[in-house]
């Protein structure tokens, strides 16, 4: 169904584009750039293969290259303050995370009508970190109870990621594609957790945890828009 109102939305957006875009699929797309999105229900678009930005760039009417990159950052911060009787309590949290991905792709298609087949291969790296720190305190008859924990997890990913796909060529400016995408990737991450208790001297523990692990799966199929230019 989301198919089905891209297409009607991008031929009604045809005719403001001019005559010249309505000629059908381009003859030669030796030179031409484009930035892709993600086509989801309701005609919405985000950025396509869930980054930030996908660029595509034609080499030849044949070949093509795609980057994509993402970044996502996110904090959050919060202080809670509770009262028991006579006694107040105190609760601080702490959340970080962010990470990126980055992809670069070869695309081959095959075909000279407005219908065209693709596929391509790529190197694909992965970078994640993410951190809480949550600490307690309660004042009780004159002493400070206090527990602090927090943890840090870090992961580093590189592979491979292959697809296959079809791509219609409305005009000299639009395009949708679908395409199915597989990734092989080797994945390192590490765990740091601690924890303390203000009246144990000796209650203090951490630990640190590694993992290193190849992995194959999935990424579903995606479709697309293509705004050429």
């Keep these: 169904m989301r198919t089905l109102i891209a297409l009607a939305a991008l031929l009604a957006v045809g005719p403001f584009a001019g ?9 030669d797309l030796a030179g031409a750039q484009a930035i892709q999105f993600t086509v989801d229900n309701n005609f919405t678009v985000s950025a396509f ?17 795609r980057l994509a990159a993402g970044l996502y950052l996110d904090r959050t911060d919060s202080d ?37 087949y693709f596929w391509g291969a790529g190197p694909k790296v992965t970078y994640g970190n993410s951190r809480s720190e949550t600490s307690s305190s309660r004042y009780e008859a004159g002493n400070v109870e ?11 990913g590189a592979g491979l990621q292959g697809f296959c796909g079809v791509e219609w060529f409305i005009n000299d400016l639009f395009s949708l594609h679908a395409e199915y995408a597989v990734s092989a990737m080797y994945t390192w991450t590490r765990r740091f957790e601690e924890r303390a208790e203000t009246w144990d001297p000796e209650s203090y523990e951490s630990y640190t945890s590694e993992r290193r692990s190849p992995s194959f799966s999935s990424d579903g199929v995606r479709f697309g828009l293509s705004a050429r230019f």
Excluded at 19 to 27: H, K, W
Excluded at 100 to 113: E, I, L, N, P, S
Aim: hydrophobic share 35%.
């Design 19 to 27: 005559s010249d875009a309505l000629a059908g699929p381009p003859a």
């Design 49 to 65: 293969q869930g980054q930030m930005i996908s660029y595509q760039r034609f080499l030849t009417d044949k070949r093509a290259v």
């Design 80 to 116: 809670v303050s509770k009262t028991y009787d006579d006694d107040i309590g105190e609760r601080e949290l702490l959340n970080w995370d962010n990470s990126f991905t980055v992809k670069a792709q070869y695309v081959f298609y095959r075909g000279d009508g407005a219908v065209r």
């Design 146 to 156: 206090f527990i602090l924990y927090g943890y840090d997890n870090e992961s580093f």
